[in-house]
């Protein structure tokens, strides 16, 4: 596509519930960051892949937080038991390498989760 | 720990020049980006400094010091459309993710 994309734009949940959210990433970029957003606060790193694995996942807060990327290509970040902490903007981004620091990082739009 | 500061918060007049400024101190130094996010849309890049200087690209600069762990954001000409929060991030090394400042709301006034 275009642009990384990102669905839905918004979930509201309750307490306790299972979320996932989805990340179509810009075609042909092989890597995938999943960042959170806090009102008033820089994106804060979750977990990034470079294909299909999981080069770092340092940034998931705890076991509650889960994401997969089976076909290198679309991703899905999965939250068990959510929390009202949990509520944020969820933004995906993708680069062409991953590698290197000239690597630009393209954002979606980011879905925004509300956990009442 | 890692560390990166901006203000939280200027203001400007259109048409007016206005400098954003970001100090770091993070373990491992491999470049330092600038974002533009407007209200409830995505980060978009705006520039990429690595070595000591200043990068121009039309209205937008950017200025690094690697020695002073500081880096700057120049708007010139400013137009009300830039209205928005600029965000320093900065990449530690080859494959590490970046590491975000909590970004400067800017606010352009008539």
């Known amino acids: 596509g275009a642009g990384v994309s990102q669905t839905p734009s918004n979930k509201v949940t309750e307490k306790g519930k299972y979320v996932e959210l989805r990340c179509d990433p810009i075609s042909g970029h092989t890597a995938l960051y999943w960042y959170r957003q806090s009102l008033g606060q820089g994106p804060e790193f979750l977990i990034y892949f470079q294909g299909t694995g999981a080069a770092d996942d340092s940034g998931l807060p705890n076991d509650r937080f889960f994401a997969v990327r089976p076909e290198g290509s679309v991703s899905t970040l999965k939250i068990q038991r959510t929390e009202r902490g949990d509520s944020a903007v969820y933004l995906c981004?993708?680069?062409?390498?991953?590698?290197?620091?000239?690597?630009?990082?393209?954002f979606g739009p980011g879905t925004r989760l509300t956990v009442l | 720990g890692q560390n990166i500061d901006q203000p939280t918060e200027m203001t400007a007049t259109e048409g007016a020049i206005v400098q954003i400024n970001c100090t770091y101190q993070?373990?491992?130094?491999?470049?330092l980006f600038w974002y533009q996010q407007h209200a409830g849309e995505a980060p978009t890049f705006l520039s990429y400094?690595?070595?000591?200087g200043l990068e121009e690209k039309g209205r937008f600069s950017s200025f690094l010091s690697r020695s002073k762990g500081y880096s700057y954001l120049l708007l010139k000409e400013l137009q009300m459309k830039d209205s928005a929060s600029y965000l320093c991030?900065?990449?530690?090394?080859?494959?590490?993710?970046?590491?975000f400042g909590k970004g400067t709301r800017l606010s352009v006034i008539a």
């Open positions: 400094n690595v070595l000591d």
């Open positions: 993070t373990s491992g130094f491999n470049g």
């Open positions: 991030a900065v990449v530690r090394s080859g494959n590490t993710p970046l590491v």
């Open positions: 981004a993708s680069s062409l390498l991953g590698g290197g620091p000239t690597d630009t990082q393209y």
